[in-house]
Structures are given as structure tokens and as C-alpha cells.
């Protein structure tokens, strides 16, 4: 159980481009949703948490006009990488909660965005 | 600001060796610990997670012991296989919330 799935795995866009990322709980419902992103060599970095039906809390320094974030259901979460720049490349994990007695975070296998 | 540190960066070991993987943290308010593995452009597999009222937590071949008052965790793998290999990461969920702080990572090379 506890399986999280992203779409897609791997994009490539050309600079100026919007991507969408699709972050799904398969078989538990998430009441809150996370996503980080990750550098070569580097750890993860909270971007952002979702909560279902509320607008998303941003971490310091990160541009909600820029990432944005939509939690409409109780499985589902969407980032949307507003016109794309090769900065912008990066891998891009999602995990979700069930806000369970542990509060463990269940991750998606990722998806690795290169904007040209 | 929860700092997460591990020690060694990186490592590599004959197989058969235990691995020894170290996790500090600076505040011991935390909620639980968590270890998970990542390999190379894939997301994380969890390994185990320590509530903050517990010392340790085993599974399989996977031992991790938690020592809150002093902010450290110890992740050991007995008897290294191959199959081992892969950047293994350490995570607190602080106090009163539920946002995970990450260290940079073990990177673990085990040759057979």
C-alpha cells in the first residue's frame, strides 16, 4: 500500500515552455501533499506544501507565480513550472501524507525536468 | 532551522562488510526519524522510521538507532551486498509540524 505515482518521468521543454507535473495517491487518500526538488548531489528541498482545497503554502524563496501548485482532490496534485528556463531543470519528487499517528510521507519516483 | 547532517558523504566497501551510516541533527525536538534509500534518478524508497519515543527500529538486514537528546541516528546494513549500492538519506520531521528537513546523504558504493 501507500503508492505514489508521478507523470510524467521525464520531460524536455524549450525555454519559455509551462510544465505540468501530476503527483497521485494510488491507494490512500493524501491530505497533504509536498513537493521538493533536488539538485545533482544535492539533498531535497521542500518547495511547497499542499493542503486538498486550500492554496499551498511556500517555502522562503520559492516563487508562487512561478511553481504553482493545485491540490483538488484527495489524491491528486499538480505543479505547473510557469515559463520554463534551463535554471528551472531540475528533478522534482512529490510525496503525500494520509496524516496518519506517524505522519510518514509516502514519495513519488520523481520526474526529471531539462529545459533547453 | 533543523540542520541534518551525514557522515561520510560518501563511502565504498567490499561486500560482506556491515555499513555504519551516521545522521546528526541540531534540534531534538523532533517527531521521528526517517531513512530512506534513492537510486541513481529515482525517487525514495523508505527503509525505516523511528517515532521520537522509540531508540531503534530493524528490518531485514536494516538496523537504525535513534539517540534524540544527543541528535544523532545510526543507520547500520549488515553484511553489504551489491545490491546495497545507493545514496541513502536521513530525514527529521520537527516538532508541531510535518515538514520533513533532509541531509545530503550517504553515497554508498559496495564492490564485490
Known amino acids: 500500500g501507500a503508492v505514489v505515482s508521478q507523470h510524467p518521468s521525464r520531460v524536455i521543454c524549450k525555454s519559455g515552455t509551462s510544465v505540468k507535473i501530476e503527483c497521485r495517491s494510488l491507494d490512500f487518500q493524501a491530505t497533504t501533499m509536498f513537493w521538493y526538488r533536488q539538485f545533482p548531489k544535492q539533498s531535497l528541498m521542500l518547495m511547497a506544501t499542499?493542503?486538498?482545497?486550500?492554496?499551498?503554502?511556500?517555502e522562503q524563496g520559492v516563487e508562487k507565480d512561478k511553481f504553482l501548485i493545485n491540490h483538488a482532490s484527495l489524491t491528486l496534485s499538480t505543479l505547473t513550472v510557469a515559463s520554463a528556463h534551463p535554471e528551472d531543470s531540475s528533478f522534482y519528487i512529490c510525496s503525500a501524507s494520509d496524516g496518519g499517528s506517524y505522519n510518514e510521507q509516502f514519495f513519488g519516483p520523481g520526474t526529471r525536468l531539462t529545459v533547453l | 532551522k533543523q540542520e541534518v547532517t551525514q557522515i561520510p558523504a560518501a563511502l565504498s566497501v567490499p561486500e560482506g562488510e556491515n555499513l555504519v551510516l551516521n545522521c546528526s541533527f541540531t534540534?531534538?525536538?523532533?517527531?521521528?526519524l526517517q531513512w530512506f534509500r534513492q537510486d541513481p534518478g529515482k525517487g525514495l524508497t523508505s527503509l525505516l522510521l523511528i517515532q521520537s519515543s522509540q531508540r531503534e527500529q530493524t528490518s531485514g538486514r536494516l538496523n537504525a538507532s535513534l539517540d534524540k537528546s544527543s541528535g544523532r541516528s545510526t543507520l547500520y546494513i549488515a553484511a553489504s551486498q551489491p545490491g546495497d549500492s545507493a545514496t541513502y538519506l536521513c530525514a527529521v520531521t520537527p516538532g508541531g509540524n510535518n515538514r520533513l528537513a533532509f541531509g545530503k546523504g550517504n553515497q554508498v558504493v559496495v564492490i564485490p
Open positions: 534540534d531534538s525536538a523532533i517527531y521521528n
Open positions: 499542499s493542503n486538498e482545497g486550500s492554496k499551498a503554502t511556500y
